[in-house]
């Protein structure tokens, strides 16, 4: 029988600097590949080996060991690997150095508002387009363009930044799936993996201890 590879996992832990709390989450050499995301802080990447591609809504920036780059607040992004050797880092995630990391349309503003309201993780986008008075087509198309992200995409990070707030408050993992909008504790693991590269559990560990 063919032996079944072993699971990758970012690490995760919360230090303080100047007495705020600092997140930093590090990914040892792998062919590390997100989902397209944001942050609520300003992410601090130092590429430490390999090579990868930044993936931006306007375009796309290519990083090697040594770099360094700041990522702002709320701007959607995607790291891919460049090689099958992948690439290994270390993030930071600071106090966003601004109010907003990048102005949008009001269209796209008005889009990720209604987003934010859903009780749950059925995005509906005929819905969000009549309430926008717009075409499904033309606010998908527009949406994209300005975020970088789909507008189901989108609505999931909303609602994994709402399970890190309640994670980050010693919430049980299966409430906080709950309570944001996830069917179940599972598919909040599936979700945050996919996203983060650890489990919910892992990130609220890291809170855990640095309380």
């Given at each position: 029988m063919r ?9 995760f832990a ?6 705020v709390?600092v997140?930093?989450?590090?990914g040892?050499?792998h ?6 995301h ?5 992410e601090i990447?130092?590429?430490?080996a390999g ?7 306007h375009g796309?920036?290519d990083v ?7 990522v702002p607040a709320?701007v959607v ?10 690439w290994?880092?270390?993030s930071r995630f ?18 990720a ?7 749950s ?9 009549r309430?926008c ?7 998908s198309?527009a949406?994209h363009?300005?975020t970088?992200s ?5 609505h ?7 399970a890190?707030t309640?994670?980050?408050?010693q919430?049980?993992?299966v409430e906080a799936?709950?309570?944001?909008g ?14 983060y590269?650890?489990?919910?559990a ?5 809170w855990?201890?640095?309380?």
């Amino acid at each position: 029988m063919r032996a079944r590879p072993a699971l990758v996992r970012t690490a995760f832990a919360v230090g303080r600097e100047a007495g705020v709390p600092v997140e930093t989450i590090a990914g040892k050499r792998h062919a590390w590949c997100f989902r397209p995301h944001f942050h609520a802080g300003d992410e601090i990447v130092h590429v430490l080996a390999g090579r990868a591609r930044l993936r931006l809504p306007h375009g796309f920036r290519d990083v090697a060991a040594g770099d360094t780059l700041v990522v702002p607040a709320g701007v959607v992004h995607r790291f891919e690997p460049l090689d099958r050797q992948g690439w290994a880092f270390v993030s930071r995630f600071v106090p966003a150095s601004r109010a907003a990391a990048r102005e949008t349309t009001m269209l796209a503003a008005r889009a990720a508002t209604l987003l934010a309201q859903r009780p749950s993780l059925r995005t509906d986008v005929a819905a969000l387009a009549r309430d926008c008075a717009v075409s499904e087509g033309h606010l998908s198309r527009a949406f994209h363009r300005e975020t970088g992200s789909s507008l189901h995409n989108f609505h999931m990070l909303l609602a994994l930044q709402q399970a890190k707030t309640l994670l980050r408050r010693q919430v049980p993992v299966v409430e906080a799936a709950l309570s944001s909008g996830f069917h179940d504790q599972a598919h909040l693991n599936r979700e945050f993996v996919r996203t983060y590269g650890m489990t919910p559990a892992v990130f609220r560990g890291g809170w855990t201890a640095a309380a």
